[in-house]
């Protein structure tokens, strides 16, 4: 009675102890676009890590030749090929394969022995298999086969000529199929100009110089290059970029009791802001998100062969900004705030360095903008 307890009890034992038979695993690679019959680079499947005991035997001998084929989704994508003197199986491709439809491929390699072959065969049937008695996996690497390109248009561009030097008016994108370095993109601006910069990694397009006083449009292409071998260049972005003069506040009407209708006001043509007039105060729009050591414009060139440059009021310590002494750059000295100090006049004097003549101070009034509002 006790034996007929312990049975099943046994039987589950026994059962659960028994593993599934793992079968090799093995890894190649060909390269896409390679020619129909390229071999698998990488994968040797050796005979005698086979199970070969799966083979049925033949009548009068030992066992049959043995028959291979490829099992799984994309098989007949490939084909299977004996180097006997190695005493191997290799795998060939028997089209052309693209990375970008499909990257891998995950087969099994199945055996069936010579006997059951000729029996099928003698019947216009396929090959029966046996078992699979391998795991394959094939990686598809990819070639420069593609170039970038950009989805955006053409780009015309209005820009404030006070923009603050090193701000990033636009952003260009490519876009490439491939993978890896060859997916890797470097931009560049042909031809190439004074005024704006397109940084390499990003796409962003810098004003790196001045463009106060411009009034033709700057025109340059962007381009993408990736750094595969051989490197494949995009076809261009053209860009456009045209300097906005805001116009000067116009001066206080002498008798205004005779003013004019406002249709007959005549604003005067605004100059170049680099060019200082001690009748008028020259405006300049600046964003409140310019950072710290922007330069928000340059006051050269002026009537002195050789110029100094000197911040008369307020002080440095109250004003947000400085002037380069030598050079003239109006610079961000601290965190600007519009809303409460949406306005700052300041009041600079320029004297030639050998000290016979100096220019009367010169204000300027600077208006800071909203956001990404100002410069645009």
Not at 218 to 245: H, L, N, Y
Request: hydrophobic residues 35%.
């Amino acid at each position: 009675m006790m034996w007929v307890a312990f049975l099943p009890f046994l039987v589950s034992c026994a059962l659960g102890n028994t593993t599934v038979e793992q079968v090799p695993f093995f890894h190649g690679h060909v390269f896409e676009n390679s020619s129909p019959g390229s071999r698998v680079n990488g994968l040797s499947v050796p005979l005698k890590r086979l199970n070969s005991q799966r083979l049925c035997a033949t009548e009068g001998s030992g066992s049959a030749a043995a028959h291979f084929k490829l099992l799984g989704d994309g098989s007949d994508n490939f084909r299977v090929f004996a180097h006997h003197k190695r005493g191997n199986i290799l795998l060939k491709t028997s089209g052309v394969l693209d990375r970008e439809e499909r990257s891998e491929y995950a087969l099994g390699l199945g055996l069936c022995c010579g006997k059951c072959a000729a029996l099928t065969l003698g019947d216009g049937g396929d090959s029966p298999v046996v078992a699979e008695v391998a795991s394959i996996k094939v990686d598809v690497l990819d070639t420069n086969d593609h170039q970038p390109t950009f989805a955006g248009a053409d780009v015309k561009l209005n820009l404030d000529d006070a923009t603050a030097l090193r701000t990033a008016i636009y952003g260009v994108t490519a876009r490439d199929e491939d993978s890896g370095k060859n997916a890797e993109l470097i931009y560049f601006a042909l031809p190439k100009n004074g005024s704006f910069y397109a940084v390499p990694k990003t796409g962003d397009i810098l004003l790196v110089d001045s463009i106060l006083g411009l009034d033709e449009p700057i025109r340059f292409k962007v381009f993408a290059r990736d750094r595969g071998w051989p490197p494949r260049t995009s076809e261009c972005v053209s860009v456009e970029i045209s300097p906005r003069q805001w116009p000067m506040v116009p001066s206080v009407n002498p008798q205004p009791g005779k003013r004019k209708p406002t249709s007959q006001v005549k604003v005067p043509a605004r100059r170049s802001r680099s060019v200082l007039e001690s009748d008028s105060p020259v405006f300049i729009n600046v964003s409140e998100d310019a950072g710290i050591g922007s330069v928000v414009m340059n006051l050269n060139p002026v009537r002195f062969q050789s110029a100094t440059f000197e911040l008369v009021e307020p002080d440095a310590e109250s004003s947000p900004v400085s002037v380069s002494r030598d050079s003239g750059d109006i610079v961000i000295s601290r965190r600007l705030d519009r809303e409460t100090e949406p306005l700052v006049e300041i009041s600079v004097k320029v004297q030639d360095k050998r000290g016979l003549q100096c220019h009367p101070s010169e204000s300027s009034i600077i208006e800071q903008q909203k956001g990404a509002q100002a410069g645009v």
